[in-house]
Structure formats: structure tokens, C-alpha cells
């Protein structure tokens, strides 16, 4: 099975130093991040929020699956809830991932309305989210907990 990921890290820019440790954690276990965000090792000085946008949606489409990182400030991100969006109306599988220091009241807005899998920061329980192996929503402790809203997503 090939173990090469083609994703989109939506984040709050202060976390992105969990896009690294993400990438680590599941290189542990073979596999291979190919991330599509905009961060530091690709910095992206437009100001046009239309070309801004052009350029997201693009690099969302080539992604197979959409990860968020939540962190405590990614909730306030308009951004970060834009592009959860964008990937739902491209039919993208939408995981995210709390990291150190989220609480269970930092999921954004539209990753509530659109999210597939929400997970812990724990290895396995992120491939298996990627890999459509589970569906449901954890608590940042692991523990099964509620969407907001249920969504079913049907693939074309």
C-alpha cells in the first residue's frame, strides 16, 4: 500500500510548527506528507485575497484529504473556516487533529458543520482517520463525543 499522502494542513499560523511534528509523527509509521498549505517553507506574499483564494482552492483540490490542526486560536480563524469549506465543497475528507494545549470548545465553526473525524494527537487514531477507517468525533482525551451536525459525504 502506498503510504504517500497528498493533503492540505489548514492551521492557525502560530501553530505551524505542528505541521512538522504531524509530518514526523507519520513518517514513524511509513508514511509520506505531502503537504499543500501555505506556511514558511512556502510563504506566499500576495495581498489580493481573490488570488489568495484562487490559489487555495487550487491546492485544496489537488489534496485527497483536508487535515486541520486545532489549536486554542484556530477557532477564530476566518481563513481556516474558509478553506474547511472550500474542501467540503470539493468533497474532501475533512480530519482534524487537536494539538497540545486545544480544548474541546476550539473546534471552528465549519469544521462542526463539515468535519468527517475528529481525533486526539495520537498516531494511529490520525492514519486511521485519514484512511476513512473511522468517522466519528473524539474529545481532545479521546473520548467519543457528538457532531454538531450530521453530514454524510458521498464520493463521485
Given at each position: ?32 506528507i ?15 485575497p ?9 491546492r ?34 475533512i ?62
Amino acid at each position: 500500500m502506498d503510504k504517500t499522502k497528498n493533503v492540505f494542513v489548514s492551521h492557525f499560523n502560530k501553530d505551524e510548527e505542528n505541521i512538522r511534528k504531524l509530518k514526523s509523527l507519520l513518517s514513524k509509521k511509513g508514511y509520506t506528507i505531502k503537504n499543500a498549505s501555505i506556511d514558511s517553507t512556502k510563504p506566499n506574499r500576495a495581498s489580493n485575497p481573490e488570488y489568495i483564494k484562487r490559489l487555495l482552492r487550487m491546492r485544496i483540490q489537488w489534496s485527497g484529504t483536508f487535515i486541520c490542526l486545532i489549536g486554542p486560536k484556530t477557532h477564530t480563524r476566518e481563513w481556516v473556516n474558509w478553506e474547511i469549506e472550500q474542501a467540503f465543497k470539493k468533497g474532501k475528507r475533512i480530519v482534524g487533529v487537536f494539538i497540545d494545549g486545544a480544548k474541546d470548545s476550539d473546534v471552528p465553526e465549519n469544521f462542526q458543520k463539515y468535519g468527517d473525524a475528529l481525533v486526539g494527537w495520537h498516531t494511529d487514531r490520525i492514519i486511521d482517520a485519514m484512511e476513512g477507517e473511522i468517522n466519528n468525533w473524539e474529545t481532545t482525551t479521546g473520548k467519543e463525543r457528538e457532531p454538531v451536525w450530521s453530514i454524510s459525504h458521498n464520493v463521485c
